[in-house]
């Protein structure tokens, strides 16, 4: 099965409808980025630029608009709240968004999002900019390229400080009733986004990054705290299928051709995930605190399980071997049997024994991956 028909077989999987036949949680493609200055008139043209370019572009699915309160889209409220937002002050915070939902009940395939910080915070807070389509835009002709293009755009445009693009749910604005259904699906894929409610992140997300995904967008100021362009291409530099991109303040990392929901049914993660992640995790969140809001209608992210997230893609050590046994992980192990014997082994290699010992009582640790 190729990427876009396990993507297609998956993203039925995830599809809900609610009594009214309305969609209520879609498979949806993102670009979520996080940048500051979002107070200044520069920052708020190149919002509206990027707001009009989406406008351009998909006008024959937008239906919604909020800005200060839901609305139905009409050309003209569009360019009314276009001069809202470029006439607000340095000290207003506005939320905007344009998308296909009809109404706030229900999910949209197609969504462009706002919402900004004012100066006060500029120091210690970050603005959040957001982008959805439909995860089958990336099986049209040219679909992977335009999304690209829109991804590498809109980095530039905000001079993006970090994001990621790829996979999640999107959810109706009135999305109380229906953050179980993202809990549920992000036990059974690790490689799926949990990102409804990017917003509420921004304090715990200006010092540091919310971690691996399909694109990992990382600004010059990560990029520095992880040693430089140089020593991160390095540690990746085995990985054909991790890519990296420039745009102009900071590095895009792909991973594959296409995004992989990775469930969890199939058993280890993927390893290039695994890898770009050990190589971002210095500047990843610690205080995760809780990617949901309390919800009556069902068990939803907190902050133990969130933070078991977060660490999703992290390698735990691999379970002790007898000697024997094939080597499980290449990488360094030890032996409690005997002073000084770590040693490097490849995978499938038999693991030693010791003439002292009988093989089933030699036992071989994990110890740390090659130097």
Known sequence: MNAMSRLALQAQQIAHTNRDGRPVVRLGLIVT????????????????????????EFRPHLRGQFFKRARSFS???????????????????????IDSAITANEAADYRMSVMNTPERQNDNDCSCLKMVLPWAYLAEPE?????????????????????????????PMQLDAWTPYEFHYAQLYRGLM??????FNTLRLFDHIKGVSWQTILGQRFIKRLGGSDILRSQLSDRSDVTFRAYTSGLIIRIGTYPDLAPKKDGAAP??????????????????GSLHCYSPDGVVFNKENSARWYARFDQRAPARLKAGQPCSVSGYWFSSARVNSRQLFEKGDAMPEFSHLAPSATHWFWAGEVD
């Open 143 to 171: 679909g992977l390229r335009r999304y690209e293009e829109w991804l590498q755009y809109l980095c530039s445009q905000v001079g993006a400080e970090h994001g990621y693009g790829g996979l999640a749910c999107t959810l």
């Open 33 to 56: 980025l996080f940048y500051r200055d979002g107070h200044t008139q520069q920052s708020k043209q190149r919002i509206d630029e990027c707001f009009m370019r989406f406008y351009e």
């Open 194 to 199: 949990v990102d409804t409610q990017p917003q």
């Open 271 to 288: 390893e290039s995930y695994i890898r770009v992640n050990k190589a971002i995790r210095p500047v990843r969140v610690v205080e995760t």
């Open 75 to 97: 050309p003209a409220g569009f360019t009314r709240c276009r001069k809202q937002v470029l006439d607000s002050g340095p000290e207003e915070v506005f939320q905007w968004s």
